[in-house]
């Protein structure tokens, strides 16, 4: 079985080609964050006239790039939401216009579906498993009991760990996107400032980046008013090492407690190095096997949205022509 899966919640314009569910046979990534990076951010407008005009090519180079044309495709898996509206209204409009042309399936898919299927190129998913989801917009873990299953255990009470990597990279005049600046910078630091963790209640599997967030800029902002300097690469360190405690030890936690069979990590800041480091360190004293793409399957792409809707597409479900973007799609 070969889906056609089709991405652009965000900044990215995606689409590739998966067989099985399992193997990548085109993978196209149209990034845009060098018309983004001089505003600090995404902007909603320019993303979505970046998709427009991006889209027809990105699909067009992922049937040539795996040398395979419309009879092929069994069905079109694309991200309906969350997302920037205008951003998803693009891919799930091509989608339904191509469905219908072609006379193809069509299958929605949630964003953080095809993030956590990232995985499934590496391994089989054995059953219960646990997922800690590390993006732009999320901070999750999430429990699954079998394939397209997803029950919510712990979430971000107010920022996201991506959210609070760009926005503390801002501070530290970091260009956007700040995870990676931030994660390289951390490399060559020291953990010597002592940034809060929060761990909320003893039994509570929910995060809070904000008052992290908070620290870090006042500790900037109250050296710069006294004419001290203080170390980047420490702060980003530091920063880092708060971050990566809360994750790792939360996740360690609800892995023993739900006794699951694999550990998964999905999102954009599952490419942070001490995060991979750290969460590697701590199951590898378990009998836990612990999965984490390669790195740029953790950022956005539609490699991870076709493996998505492949399993949909086996549990015999579509969609129809009333798909529409969903920005605020639950998982579930
Ligand atoms: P969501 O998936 O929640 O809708 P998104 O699609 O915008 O949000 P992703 O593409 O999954 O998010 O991830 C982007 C985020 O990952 C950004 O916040 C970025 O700074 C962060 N990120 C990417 N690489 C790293 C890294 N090496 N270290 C830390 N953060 C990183
Ligand atoms: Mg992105
Ligand atoms: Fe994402």
């Known amino acids: 079985v070969y889906i056609l899966g089709i991405e652009t919640s965000c900044d990215e314009t995606a689409a590739a080609i998966v067989k099985n569910g ?3 046979i085109s ?10 990076k001089r505003f600090g951010g995404v902007v909603p407008e320019i993303a979505s006239r970046h998709h427009v005009e991006q889209i027809t090519i990105v699909i067009e180079e992922a049937f040539q790039k795996a040398n395979l044309s419309w ?8 991200t309906e939401g969350p997302g920037l509206v205008g951003a998803l209204l693009v891919g799930v409009n091509a989608a339904k216009g191509l469905a219908f042309a072609k006379q193809k399936p069509l299958i929605g898919v949630h964003h953080i579906a095809g993030h956590i299927y990232a995985n499934r190129f590496e391994r ?17 873990l999430v429990l699954m009991d079998e394939h397209g299953s997803y029950e919510l255990i712990g979430e971000t009470r107010d920022d996201a760990a991506g959210e609070a990597y760009d926005k503390v990279a801002r501070v530290l005049d970091l260009p956007y996107p700040g995870g990676p600046q931030i994660d390289h910078l951390a490399r060559e630091g020291e953990e010597s400032i002592n940034f809060p963790r929060a761990w909320l209640e003893e039994d509570s599997f929910d995060f809070s980046f904000s008052g992290l967030k908070s620290s870090v800029i006042n500790t900037i902002h109250n050296a710069s008013q006294r004419g001290e300097t203080f170390n980047k690469e420490d702060v980003a360190a530091s920063f880092q090492k708060s971050v990566v405690d809360v994750l790792t030890a939360k996740t360690y936690k609800a892995a023993a407690q739900y006794n699951v069979e694999q550990v998964i990590v999905a999102g954009g800041v599952a490419a942070n190095q001490g995060l991979r ?16 793409p390669p790195l ?8 991870m949205i ?3 809707g492949f399993v949909t597409y086996q549990q015999g479900k579509r ?14």
């Open 124 to 140: 089989e998913f054995e059953f219960p498993l646990l997922a800690l989801i590390v993006s732009g917009g999320h901070t999750e």
């Open 22 to 24: 399992t193997d990548i």
């Open 296 to 303: 740029n399957l953790c950022t956005d792409n539609a490699a």
């Open 319 to 332: 969609s129809g022509w009333d798909l529409n973007a969903n920005p605020s799609l639950m998982l579930n």
């Open 277 to 292: 480091q750290a969460l590697e360190a701590k199951f590898s004293e378990t009998t836990i096997p612990l999965l984490i």
């Open 27 to 36: 993978n196209v990534v149209a990034s845009q964050i060098d018309s983004h």
């Open 71 to 78: 009879d092929d495709i069994d069905a079109i898996a694309v």
């Open 306 to 308: 076709a493996a998505a």
